[in-house]
């Protein structure tokens, strides 16, 4: 069987929410036309909540592709949940698209509408000419408490077939950024192949022996070094046990450094305007295009203020970011002595989330019967504070 393997499509995505949706468009078109079977490991939505007309644009996406003809279908399903359809579209839920245990999520929603299936703590065996997949999966689980779950549940892989094992969270090995992260050794024996959401930029890996493949997301979101390659999606052959990634018509991204300590002040704005152009090029794709300034800029002056007015200049032609992460990120690396790698591909989310925990630990808060992880779900479920405040209260004092 060929499975396609397609993740973080953050549809909602409030910056290029047009991107988000166009470029899922494709990759799942092309991977439908290209694969027997596909697998999204998380963040289909960007939010834990997104807005009915976000629902509408997942629901237009996956009705077009649950009804084309599939071969393959999902025959069998064990664990929490069940399967509405039996279309070989699998998928759990991300980081973004986590909510406190037992609040349906956005993932949860497909499901129910049978647009998908929905193995966020089951297996689901698909069949195809008489071959059979088994793909098990764990879904919605806070990055911290995953190697625990794990080792509660103890996926087995299902005899006679090959075995997926497709989940959604940071690795110590990709992210050294908190020593509770999962190592890639830790992860479940016995799997023929290891599917994994949440990093942006994809990576390919050796778990015991056989492949991890992320993807890596679909749309642009967080303007790093690592994100200037075109997205797309992994295509895995379980007979050739070989694979291929795809690419799709992404929105280009590009990203220079211009140190402008070699320029006098006069000519700062138009080395800047020059790297500008030159990434621009000929093209007429609207690229992202994101300049990072090293070296001093005095504060309040009209180099600054031409800087930051780059951006709608180049309106119409380019997305353009100017930014002076020289200073900000001096500033964030005195604070947190971390490994600089570990920062770089991590989301702000992700960070808020270590920064609580390390704050949690600090002050020597037992939070009882829930996660520290969990309680920041509470905290954040609710527009306004007092109401969160009293949920999060609530919550402590029933543990
Ligand atoms: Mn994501």
Request: a negative charge; hydrophobic letters at 40%.
């Amino acid at each position: 069987m060929r499975i396609a393997i397609l993740s973080d499509f953050h549809l909602g995505y409030g910056r290029f929410r047009d991107d988000a949706f166009r470029q899922a468009e494709e990759a799942l078109s092309k991977a439908a036309s290209m694969a027997d079977v596909m697998i999204i490991p998380g963040d289909i939505f960007d939010s834990r909540a997104p807005e009915p007309d976000v629902i509408a644009e997942a629901i237009n996406l996956f009705r077009n592709l649950s009804r084309r003809e599939w071969k393959a279908k999902t025959i069998e399903f064990s664990g929490e949940g069940q399967p509405y359809t039996s279309v070989p579209i699998i998928a759990i839920p991300g980081t973004h698209e986590r909510r406190a245990k037992d609040a349906a999520d956005p993932v949860d929603i497909l499901g129910l509408a049978g647009l998908l299936v929905d193995i966020s703590n089951a297996t689901a065996i698909i069949e195809s000419e008489g071959e059979k997949l088994a793909v098990r999966g764990i879904g919605g689980i806070a990055d911290e408490r995953f190697r625990q779950v794990v080792c509660e549940i103890n996926p087995v892989p299902v005899k006679g077939m090959f075995n997926v094992f497709v989940f959604h969270e940071s690795l110590y090995e990709l992210l050294p950024f908190n020593e509770d992260f999962m190592r890639l050794e830790e992860l479940p024996q016995g799997f023929d192949l290891y599917v994994c959401g949440h990093i942006h930029g994809r990576v390919e890996a050796t778990v015991h022996g056989k492949k991890l493949l992320i993807p890596g997301s679909t749309v642009l979101t967080q303007l790093k070094e690592g994100e200037q390659e075109a997205k797309g999606f992994y295509v895995y052959d379980t007979k050739s046990m070989s694979y291929e990634y795809v690419r799709i018509n992404s929105r280009r991204f590009v990203m220079q450094k211009i140190d402008v300590g070699k320029f006098g002040s006069g000519e700062v704005v138009s080395a800047v305007e020059a790297g500008i152009e030159s990434m621009i090029g000929g093209a007429n794709d609207r690229p992202v295009i994101r300049v990072v300034i090293e070296g001093n800029i005095p504060r309040g002056s009209s180099v600054e203020m031409d800087l930051n007015d780059m951006a709608r200049r180049y309106e119409g032609r380019a997305v353009v970011e100017v930014s002076k992460s020289g200073i900000t990120e001096d500033a964030v690396r005195s604070v947190y002595t971390r490994e600089r790698v570990a920062f770089e591909k991590m989301s702000v989310k992700d960070y808020g989330i270590g920064i609580f925990l390390e704050k949690i630990k600090e002050s020597g808060t037992d939070t009882g019967r829930i996660s520290p992880v969990e309680l920041l779900d509470i905290l954040s479920s609710e527009q306004s504070k007092d109401k969160a405040v009293a949920k999060a209260l609530e919550e402590l004092l029933e543990s």
